[in-house]
């Protein structure tokens, strides 16, 4: 059995050279190979964390970038069934959502399906969701963790924006705020400036706090 650094390598050539079922296979034969659904997300989100430093650096094209991205998206398509559950009415329930201005939708995806492993129903508005629908979607639907993804820099502001309508919740009732994303990855120092419980640098890291119990205490209160 290929070792996790070769699965992971193999999976980033695969996206270099642009080859979608090459892409497939690699985490096919790792699911059939007993690694875990986080085992195969921790590969996923490392080689793109790796393609995106390899775009920051120039080594590779937009093109290259975007093709990247979108076998990702469809690798991450064919494998969500694996995380499929039927929830119960009195689990707990999880919003997720790109931060307004940030198209990129990946990380989202997994976190997802990560939420669906572990019994969370989730919402998914998507990408690039307007700061001013979130709070009342959120509020509507009575969610116990809201977790939003910031994918470059530039997109702090709105994150600084929507961090601002946040601290405004009650915080007896408000949700759990979770925070990630390439932004943070490449620069932790941005996170003094959003409004948040818990950051997770890597979908592992998550899936342990997940795993201890998911109690969702949160961390601040204004």
Excluded: C
């Amino acid at each position: 059995m290929p070792t996790i650094q070769a699965v992971k390598e193999n999976y980033t050539d695969a996206l270099l050279n642009g080859h979608t079922r090459e892409a497939y296979d690699v985490i096919k034969a790792a699911l059939n190979n007993q690694y875990s659904l986080i085992d195969v997300y921790t590969v996923i989100a490392d080689a793109m964390y790796s393609i995106g430093d390899l775009w920051e650096t120039n080594d590779i094209s937009i093109a290259q970038e975007h093709a990247a991205t979108a076998i990702t998206q469809f690798v991450l398509t064919q494998i969500s069934a694996e995380s499929i559950k039927t929830f119960t009415l009195e689990g707990k329930k999880a919003v997720v959502f790109s931060i307004e201005s940030n198209t990129h939708y990946l990380g989202i995806q997994m976190i997802k399906n990560l939420f669906n492993v572990y019994q969370i129903q989730t919402f998914d508005f998507g990408p690039n969701v307007p700061n001013s629908d979130i709070i009342e979607r959120i509020e509507t639907l009575g969610v116990d963790v809201v977790a939003y993804s910031v994918t470059m820099s530039e997109h702090i502001d709105k994150a600084v924006e929507l961090s601002e309508t946040l601290k405004r919740l009650d915080p007896l009732t408000r949700p759990v705020i979770i925070v990630g994303g390439y932004a943070f990855h490449r620069d932790e120092t941005l996170l003094r400036h959003v409004f948040y419980d818990y950051y997770f640098k890597t979908i592992k890291d998550l899936s342990g706090w997940l795993e201890e119990g998911k109690s969702f205490v949160k961390k601040k209160t204004s």
